[in-house]
Every structure is written in structure tokens, then in C-alpha cells.
């Protein structure tokens, strides 16, 4: 393994074990569903950027698509993403 592995993993390791801490000094001041919902967003948002970043990444099903698969399924109440 090389230095700049053993680097990287150190550093997933301590975002890792810091979530839990954080976790559990945050929960008794936010409440959990307003952490979880504000997690959730954070995450959205780090993707949603990350994806307009790379070059080269698209999505492979166009979003009307995906809306119409969402309604069909009953994944959603129809009309969810208007």
C-alpha cells in the first residue's frame, strides 16, 4: 500500500468515526429529523455539484424519464415533482 493510500484511508476513517461524534453531540440540540433532512441536503448538494463538475458524467435517463418511470411506479404521489 502505498503512502498516499494509507493517507486517504486515514482520512476516510476520521470523516467516518467524526459523523458518529457529531451525530451524537448534534442530535440532542437539532433533533434527529432535522439532522437527518440537513445530512440528507448536504449530500444532495455535494453530489448535485460534483456532477456538474466532472467532465464527461451525464445521466443516462433523461429527467422528464425518470419522472414519468416515478409516477408509473407509484414510487411518488403523481404530480411530486411539479
Do not use: N
Not at 50 to 76: N, R
Amino acid at each position: 500500500m502505498r503512502a498516499e493510500d494509507l493517507g486517504r484511508l486515514l482520512l476516510l476513517s476520521a470523516l467516518w468515526g467524526g459523523a458518529f461524534l457529531f451525530t451524537r453531540i448534534a442530535v440532542p440540540i437539532l433533533g434527529p429529523v432535522v439532522l437527518t433532512e440537513s445530512r440528507v441536503l448536504i449530500a444532495g448538494l455535494a453530489l448535485l455539484f460534483y456532477s456538474c463538475a466532472a467532465p464527461g458524467l451525464h445521466l443516462s435517463i433523461p429527467l422528464p424519464a425518470k419522472i414519468l418511470w416515478a409516477q408509473e411506479t407509484d414510487v411518488v404521489q403523481p404530480g411530486h415533482f411539479l
